[in-house]
């Protein structure tokens, strides 16, 4: 059973920074593709980032040149470091895993954590 646990959000004002962690346990292969999701209330998760098993990274236009995912397998964990955080990225944030990123949003097919809350003032 694979449990995915996410830390280190917060409060903080804009133009700050904050780094989201999620450790993962069970068994959860390293080439899985990870990725972290954002989620407001009454709206759909949006994709943030994205780490394939290749090393390959991809992220939401929005977050470009602010966020960056990374991960540390020797430690199973998971980060997304996030610089000049405005209040438009004020959200539940998940970390996620599956066989394949094309299945990432599709909960039947991949592992999502409990979310950790990230609040960004102006």
């Known amino acids: 059973q694979v449990q995915l646990v996410e830390s280190g959000g917060g409060s903080v004002q804009a133009g700050g920074s904050l780094t989201l962690s999620c450790v993962a346990s069970?068994?959860?292969?390293?080439?899985?593709?990870r990725g972290w999701f954002r989620q407001v209330p009454g709206k759909e998760p949006e994709e943030v980032a994205r780490?394939?098993?290749?090393?390959?990274?991809s992220y939401a236009d929005s977050v470009k040149g602010r966020f960056t995912i990374s991960k540390d397998n020797a430690k199973n964990t998971l980060y997304l470091q996030m610089n000049s955080l405005k209040p438009e990225d004020t959200a539940m944030y998940y970390c996620t895993a599956a066989a394949d990123c094309g299945w990432l949003l599709l909960r039947s097919y991949s592992y999502w954590g409990q979310g950790t809350q990230v609040t960004v003032s102006s």
């Open positions: 780490l394939d098993d290749d090393g390959s990274t």
């Open positions: 069970g068994s959860l292969y390293h080439d899985y593709c």
